[in-house]
């Protein structure tokens, strides 16, 4: 896990002083993992959160008190909280008004001089190019996480919207969503994700950086095939379409007429997501996200799937 600046960012601006609970230690079973955070701010009605660091009555405890609790806390999950997972936690809590004075590459902080441990750390980090969240005495050292993949999405209908929704909080991707006209997205959009609205989204395409992950799945058949043409020009890091096997059938064909060779075509993927968990939209994102996260590309044919 990492230090989601940008995420912090959005939150400040959007609800003015944040605070950021995370797990900087773990002894014995624990929910969840070092460097696993949450994000708490102020209401009318008391509090409201984004994150988990593992829920039950230490994330209800944490978020409730986020505003007045110590800094650093050790927990017992068992005698403190009823938990049954029996291991001790320490949360880290910070209440953040700006990220101006947040690095953006590795966090480091802590009262007094910076301790020799922490120093080494961070020598270590800069020769081998990577640092893992871990509490240093009173010293938390955590990543930063910047979003680093592109995710461009085409389509805003119910699939793309339980997608767009499932993948959204993973703070390393940068999501830009795609379709025809404002009322097609849902009223307010997840944190984070860029908005773009074009007669001819087909003609976005050109802006996309070569490097960029696409997912396919508007309501037009027409239109999803004139973005696998158009991605297929323009080069790109993945490329799903949402679709039954004969609509990739005749796709194929029809990409062929215009020139595109077979082992161009077979960059894409259809259908994209894992089939087997069903048609639902909702099953359908939890397929897409598990291969968006894994990088895992599917080509197997589970069936017939609407597109």
Same mark, same amino acid.
């Given at each position: 896990?990492?230090?989601?600046?940008?995420?912090?960012?959005?939150?400040?601006?959007?609800?003015?002083?944040?605070?950021?609970? %995370?797990? #900087?230690d %773990?002894?014995?079973? /624990?929910?969840?993992?070092?460097?696993?955070? +949450?994000?708490? $701010?102020?209401?009318?009605?008391?509090?409201?959160?984004?994150?988990?660091?593992?829920?039950?009555?230490?994330?209800f405890?944490? #978020?409730? *008190?986020?505003?007045?609790? &110590?800094?650093?806390?050790?927990?017992?999950?068992?005698?403190a909280?009823?938990?049954?997972?029996?291991?001790? @936690?320490?949360?880290?809590?910070e209440?953040?008004?700006?990220?101006a004075?947040?690095?953006?590459?590795?966090?480091?902080?802590?009262?007094?001089? +910076?301790?020799?441990?922490?120093?080494?750390?961070?020598?270590?980090?800069?020769a081998?190019?990577?640092?893992?969240?871990?509490?240093?005495?009173?010293? +938390? %050292?955590?990543?930063?996480?910047? =979003?680093?993949? &592109?995710?461009?999405? $085409?389509?805003?209908?119910? @699939?793309?919207? /339980?997608?767009?929704?499932?993948? #959204?909080?993973?703070?390393?991707?940068?999501?830009?969503? %795609?379709?025809?006209?404002?009322?097609?997205?849902?009223?307010?959009?997840?944190?984070? @994700?860029?908005?773009?609205?074009?007669?001819?989204?087909?003609?976005? +395409?050109?802006?996309?950086?070569?490097? /960029?992950?696409?997912?396919?799945?508007?309501?037009? *058949? =027409?239109?999803?095939?004139?973005?696998?043409?158009?991605?297929?020009? *323009?080069?790109?890091?993945?490329?799903?379409?949402?679709?039954?096997?004969?609509? $990739?059938?005749?796709?194929?064909?029809?990409?062929?007429?215009?020139?595109?060779?077979? #082992?161009?075509?077979?960059?894409?993927?259809?259908?994209?997501?894992?089939?087997?968990?069903?048609?639902?939209?909702?099953?359908?994102? @939890?397929?897409?996200? =598990?291969?968006?996260?894994?990088?895992?590309?599917?080509?197997?044919?589970?069936?017939?799937?609407?597109?």
């Amino acid at each position: 896990m990492s230090f989601g600046r940008d995420t912090l960012s959005a939150a400040i601006a959007r609800h003015g002083r944040v605070a950021r609970v %995370v797990v #900087a230690d %773990v002894q014995g079973s /624990a929910p969840r993992e070092v460097g696993a955070s +949450m994000l708490v $701010w102020q209401t009318s009605k008391g509090f409201a959160q984004s994150g988990t660091i593992g829920g039950g009555t230490l994330e209800f405890e944490a #978020a409730k *008190h986020a505003f007045s609790a &110590p800094r650093l806390q050790r927990l017992p999950l068992g005698p403190a909280m009823g938990q049954c997972c029996g291991g001790t @936690v320490t949360l880290l809590t910070e209440v953040f008004e700006s990220v101006a004075a947040i690095p953006e590459e590795i966090f480091a902080r802590g009262p007094g001089d +910076m301790p020799f441990s922490v120093k080494k750390a961070l020598s270590k980090a800069r020769a081998q190019g990577f640092i893992t969240p871990k509490l240093h005495g009173d010293w +938390m %050292v955590e990543p930063i996480t910047r =979003a680093t993949r &592109p995710i461009w999405v $085409w389509g805003a209908g119910h @699939v793309g919207r /339980a997608i767009v929704a499932t993948l #959204a909080p993973l703070p390393e991707l940068a999501i830009t969503w %795609v379709d025809t006209s404002a009322e097609r997205f849902p009223e307010t959009l997840p944190k984070g @994700v860029t908005q773009l609205i074009a007669d001819k989204p087909e003609a976005l +395409m050109d802006y996309a950086p070569p490097e /960029a992950e696409h997912l396919i799945l508007t309501y037009s *058949h =027409a239109l999803d095939f004139e973005l696998c043409h158009r991605v297929l020009s *323009h080069g790109f890091a993945f490329a799903g379409l949402i679709g039954s096997r004969t609509k $990739w059938a005749r796709f194929r064909g029809r990409l062929r007429d215009l020139g595109h060779t077979d #082992a161009q075509i077979a960059r894409i993927c259809c259908p994209i997501g894992q089939p087997e968990l069903g048609k639902h939209p909702q099953a359908i994102a @939890v397929g897409v996200a =598990a291969q968006v996260i894994s990088g895992r590309k599917i080509t197997e044919s589970y069936g017939e799937r609407t597109g």
